[in-house]
């Protein structure tokens, strides 16, 4: 309380802020605010109308900074804290959730951390699903080698690297894990992505007629030389799965270059056969130990009956 004959400042300010919840009701949650609360005072001081009031209102960098959702969330904090606080309790796990699925992990959600931010900034502006995806991602997503590698995300580079595979195209982990977020995003289709593998297979057999018709037929390069897989196992005593036609070694059979027509194509199952025993995987293969005993025990049995 001021002392006789001084001015009551406080008393002079409280009277200011009634006056301004009188004029400004629907604006009363913004008197303690340092830019907008003045202004309201200012306004009920000099009997503003509303639409003075309005004008002013729209020059404040509050105004100009923030949008229509973050003015509602701020202005429930200050009317409502009880339902703010609940409602951001509920986007939190909310956002758990999602993270999880997706395969985020270790984000801290504890209160004035970072995921707590992040769900206060998501309740904030209203963001739907995808936002917060492309969110997520673009804060914790750190590339294809770490945890993120979990959830929809991981099954999701595991369907990029499989089509990859299908295609013959190499993809490093975090080129996987691009694909993988677009996806998620909602802005690359498993359409879309299987396109992009075959243009990349179509510029990787520019000079093969014979596998162009096949891929513009509707087949992968893994479907077209499934036979010679097949065969290249067998001989080598492997399961299809261990022949990479990604391995150098097996270009010649993918591209060879026929001697008679000096035209590209994959070589025929005999041209492969004669080519993969001429390996030296091929020739420390049980059949092929046993071949050879056969054929020495041939030539001593002619040998033999020569004498």
Avoid: C
């Avoid at 009031?53 to 202005?75: H, M, N």
């Avoid at 060879?256 to 390996?279: H, I, K, S």
């Amino acid at each position: 309380m001021a002392e006789e004959g001084e001015i009551d400042l406080a008393a002079i300010a409280e009277y200011m802020k009634n006056q301004a919840r009188e004029k400004y009701p629907q604006m009363a949650w913004a008197l303690n605010h340092p830019e907008v609360g003045p202004l309201l005072q200012r306004a009920a001081a000099e009997g503003w109308d509303a639409a003075r009031f309005q004008g002013e209102l729209l020059k404040t960098q509050w105004y100009k900074s923030t949008t229509d959702s973050a003015r509602v969330w701020e202005r429930l904090l200050n009317e409502d804290p009880a339902t703010a606080a609940k409602t951001l309790d509920r986007k939190v796990r909310d956002i758990q959730t999602l993270a999880g699925r997706i395969g985020l992990t270790g984000i801290d959600f504890n209160a004035w951390q970072p995921g707590w931010v992040f769900a206060v900034d998501a309740t904030r502006e209203t963001w739907d699903e995808t936002r917060i995806v492309q969110e997520l991602l673009s804060r914790w997503g750190t590339g294809g080698t770490d945890a993120q590698q979990g959830g929809q995300l991981g099954g999701m580079m595991d369907s990029v690297k499989g089509t990859a595979a299908q295609y013959l195209t190499p993809i490093t982990d975090d080129a996987a894990y691009q694909m993988a977020s677009k996806m998620l995003y909602g802005t690359l289709d498993q359409a879309g992505m299987a396109a992009y593998f075959k243009d990349q297979a179509v510029i990787r057999f520019s000079g093969n007629e014979q596998v162009l018709n096949m891929l513009n037929n509707g087949f992968t390069p893994r479907e077209i030389f499934q036979p010679l897989v097949q065969q290249t196992a067998q001989l080598l005593e492997l399961a299809p799965a261990q022949v990479d036609l990604m391995d150098p070694k097996w270009q010649g059979m993918l591209d060879y270059t026929d001697p008679q027509t000096n035209t590209v194509r994959p070589m025929t199952q005999t041209e492969a056969g004669r080519y993969v025993r001429g390996l030296d995987e091929y020739r420390q293969t049980d059949g092929a130990v046993r071949q050879a005993s056969e054929f020495a025990e041939f030539i001593g049995q002619k040998m033999g009956a020569v004498a």
